[in-house]
Every structure is written in C-alpha cells, then in structure tokens.
C-alpha cells in the first residue's frame, strides 16, 4: 500500500528534502552593528571633528546564516524639538545617509528630505554598509533598519549631534 502523511503539510511550511520534515519557512531579521552613537554638526569649524558615523546592517536567516541580495531600507528621522531646535518637524534637517550600495529603490520619492533615505541590497556577507552625516542643526536622530524579506523586523540605532563641551 501507498504511505500518507498523517498529517498535511500545510503552507507556508514545506517539506524538507533532505529529511522529509514539515518544516516553517526560513525567517529572516535585520541588526545593526551599533545602536548609539555621537558626533557633531556638519559645518563646525574645529579641527578633527567627526561629523560622520559608519553602519552595518546585516540581514540572517533563522536557517543558512547571513543572506546575499536581500532589499533594506534605511530612513533617518529626527526627534522635535530635540538639540534645543524649535524647528518644526518636516522641515528640520535629517541628515545625510549614504552607501556605496545605494539603489533608491524602497525609498519614496517625493520626501522632501531624500537624503534622509537610503536602500540598497546586502553583499555576500549578508551586510549593507552605510553613512550618517550629520547636517549643521544639533538634535537626537533616529536611525530605523528594515528589509523586504524582514516581515516586520526592524533595528534602530540613536545618533546624538551635539558640539562637545556645549
């Protein structure tokens, strides 16, 4: 006679090959390398001021470790009213984002703000490096990490612009 299962193998799980399991899809999660940082405003005239703080987001998978190709979205916002700045929101200065890996794909054109998202692919290390700049306005910037495959996993990373010994 012909073996059935006892019980169906239903989607999104899926059989094993190689064991003939019913097992879950593989998951997918998103950490940055950092979660804080400091550095100063852009456009201070002191020597050796570090205005620029280097990421990596790296993108696993609950199964084959880190993965290649996967679509991640960075978007820096800034908080209100934060450095002692009454600017109003969507007007405030975000920042700079940048990465050697940028496509402009997962992120909306017509933010006034452009620079303030980027997205990009991870390498074969599972990893998207990328830049924070600060712009010339200090504040409390909030870094937010997503990715296509991700299903709502998120990592955040706090950068502080502020001028040292203010």
């Known amino acids: 006679g012909k073996c059935e299962r006892d019980i169906p193998c ?31 405003p852009s456009g201070t005239s002191a020597q050796n001021v570090k205005t620029t703080q280097e990421f990596i987001a790296t993108v696993t ?10 679509a991640v ?29 940028d496509s402009a794909g997962g992120c909306s054109q017509n933010d006034a703000q452009a620079a303030a998202c980027i997205s ?14 600060s712009s010339q306005v200090s504040g409390e910037h909030t870094l937010t990490a997503t990715c296509g495959i991700c299903e709502g996993s998120e990592d955040k990373a706090e950068v502080t612009v502020k001028v040292e010994g203010l």
């Open 120 to 133: 990009g692919t991870t390498d074969v290390n599972g990893e998207l490096k990328f830049s924070f700049t």
């Open 10 to 40: 239903l989607p999104p799980n899926a059989i094993n090959p190689v064991n003939g399991q019913c097992e879950p899809p593989e998951t997918f999660s998103i950490k940055l390398d950092q979660h804080n940082a400091t550095i100063e």
């Open 61 to 70: 998978g609950s199964k084959n470790g880190v993965k290649a190709g996967a």
């Open 73 to 101: 979205t960075i978007k820096a916002i800034v908080k209100e009213k934060s450095g002692h700045h009454n600017h109003h929101d969507a007007n405030r200065p975000k920042g700079t984002l940048s990465s050697a890996n």
